[in-house]
């Protein structure tokens, strides 16, 4: 099992920069990918951003060039730093520990979110 925990949410006006946070505990922590996903107001969740155990990441198109993942195995935390923020950025974020392991069984893991409200 591992339990997440994000951090670093809040409100911020519009360009401005916010950096979230999500610890781990539990688990291999440096095995999993590590996703970040944020429930807009009356949408379906969607995906964010991911990086993988070596470090590599993939972003969503309308955060792209604006955020960036990263992670620190030996703290056991991943990071979204968000620059440029716009009123549409408003949502929670989640944070996500996933993987498969070699025999195919899936681990799926979720924070309890933390809300970032972009308004002036």
């Known amino acids: 099992q591992v339990q997440l925990v994000e951090s670093g949410g809040g409100l911020v006006q519009p360009g401005g920069s916010l950096r979230l946070s999500c610890a781990a505990s539990?688990?291999?922590?440096?095995?999993?990918?590590m996703k970040w996903y944020r429930h807009l107001p009356g949408k379906e969740r969607e995906w964010v951003a991911t990086i993988t155990p070596g470090g590599s990441t993939n972003y969503a198109n309308s955060i792209k060039g604006r955020f960036t993942m990263s992670r620190d195995n030996a703290k056991r935390t991943v990071y979204l730093q968000m620059n440029g923020l716009k009123p549409e950025d408003t949502a929670v974020y989640y944070c996500n520990a996933f993987r498969v392991s070699a025999l195919g069984q899936r681990y799926d893991f979720w924070g309890q979110g933390t809300q970032v409200t972009v308004s002036s």
């Open positions: 539990g688990g291999i922590f440096s095995i999993y990918d």
